[in-house]
C-alpha cells in the first residue's frame, strides 16, 4: 500500500495544493477526503444586549475577549485519536468553518469546545480543558462573569461525508436571581455586591460522554453586581448570574448574601431543589432583599420558550 500524508488544513486553504500545512502524520492509507466541518452557536443574539438573560457573547466586552473553538478527531470505530494535534482557533465571530484533510473511507468521531479567552490569546481562561473527558473548573466557580458562558458538542463524520454541520449546546445551566424590590430598602441601602454559597455542585463535564463528573465542589464566592441596560429604571435588578454545570436531574439549595459595600442587607436561603440543566436559563425572581416570599422560578430553554415554577403555601417549588 502507498505511504499516504494525512495533511490538516487551514480554515481558508484549499484541500490540495496548500503550500504550508498546519501539520502532517506519515500513515499508510489509501486516498484522502476533505471535510468541512460547520460549527453553528445555540441562540442568534444581538451583541451588546445588555441583559442577563441573554448568553454570554451578547454580554461580554468584545474587546476584552475572543472565542475558542477547540476540536478533536477520532476514530469512530475504535476510538483512536488521530494523531495531528488539537486544533485550537480563536474568532471573535460567530461563525466558525474548519476544512480537514482525512483517509477516505473510514467513519470519525469529532469533539468540539467552545469558550471565551482573553483577547488574543488562546490558553485556558475559566476552565481545565487539556482532557475532554474532564472539563473543569479552572478556578473554582465564579459569578456575576458573563464570559465564562461554554458551549461544546460532538458529531459523527461518515466515510460518505464531506461536510457535517455540529450545533453546540451549553454544557452548564445559568442561574440568575433578579430581585423586585431594589429600590425598597431602607435608609438608602443600595446592593453593590453578593455572596453566593453553594455546598454540592457537578465539579465537571465529560465532553466524550456527554455526562457530568461524579466529583462535586462547594463554592463560597463574592463579586459585584453587574448593571444590566434593560434594568436602568425600576426596582428590578439581577443580583447573580452563574453558569453551572448541570444535567437533566441537577438540583442545588444555595444562599445570596446582598451587600451594601461591606455590610449585609439580607441573606436569601433557598432550601428546596433549584434545577440546573444543560442549555437552560433558571431564573428566581422576587421581593430578594426583603423577604423569601412570593419568588417565581422560571427555566427558559435555550433563551425561548419557557416552563414556570412557583412557592406554593408550604414554600415547595411547584409547576405552574
Not at 40 to 55: K, M, Q
Not at 149 to 167: E, F
Not at 229 to 240: M, P, V, Y
Request: net charge negative; glycine share 8%.
Amino acid at each position: 500500500m502507498k505511504l499516504q500524508r494525512l495533511w490538516l488544513l487551514a480554515a481558508a486553504a484549499a484541500c490540495v495544493g496548500c503550500a504550508e500545512p498546519k501539520g502532517e502524520l506519515d500513515v499508510n492509507i489509501g486516498g484522502q477526503k476533505c471535510v468541512t466541518l460547520s460549527v453553528a452557536l445555540p441562540e442568534v443574539e444581538t451583541r451588546a444586549n445588555n441583559d442577563s438573560a441573554t448568553s454570554g457573547k451578547s454580554n461580554i466586552d468584545w474587546a476584552k475577549y475572543d472565542l475558542r473553538y477547540q476540536i478533536e478527531v477520532y476514530d469512530a470505530n475504535d476510538g483512536t485519536k488521530m494523531a495531528f494535534d488539537r486544533i485550537v482557533d480563536v474568532t471573535n465571530g460567530d461563525n466558525y468553518t474548519k476544512e480537514i484533510t482525512l483517509t477516505a473511507g473510514r467513519d470519525y468521531k469529532v469533539y468540539v469546545w467552545a469558550d471565551f479567552v482573553e483577547e488574543g490569546t488562546r490558553t485556558d481562561l475559566h476552565y481545565n480543558t487539556e482532557d475532554f473527558a474532564a472539563i473543569t473548573y479552572k478556578d473554582g466557580v465564579k459569578v456575576n462573569d458573563e464570559s465564562r458562558d461554554a458551549y461544546c458538542g460532538s458529531a459523527t463524520i461518515l466515510k460518505t461525508q464531506t461536510g457535517v454541520t455540529l450545533n453546540l449546546t451549553r454544557p452548564m445551566g445559568k442561574l440568575r436571581v433578579v430581585t423586585t424590590d431594589a429600590k425598597k430598602l431602607s435608609f438608602g441601602q443600595e446592593p453593590d455586591n453578593v455572596v453566593f454559597s453553594c455546598a454540592t455542585l457537578p465539579a465537571g463535564y465529560n465532553l466524550k460522554t456527554g455526562e457530568l463528573l461524579s466529583t462535586t465542589i462547594s463554592a463560597n464566592t463574592g463579586a459585584s453586581i453587574v448593571e444590566y441596560g434593560n434594568e436602568a429604571s425600576g426596582d428590578k435588578l439581577t443580583l447573580l448570574t452563574a453558569y453551572l454545570f448541570g444535567g437533566d436531574t441537577t438540583t442545588i439549595q444555595f444562599s445570596l448574601t446582598s451587600k451594601d459595600d461591606t455590610a449585609e442587607i439580607y441573606t436569601m436561603v433557598v432550601n428546596t431543589d433549584i434545577p440546573v440543566r444543560p442549555n437552560k436559563l433558571t431564573t428566581l425572581k422576587g421581593a430578594t432583599l426583603t423577604s423569601t416570599a412570593n419568588i417565581e422560578c422560571t427555566i427558559v430553554d435555550g433563551i425561548t420558550g419557557e416552563i414556570e415554577y412557583e412557592q406554593d403555601g408550604s414554600g415547595n417549588w411547584v409547576e405552574k
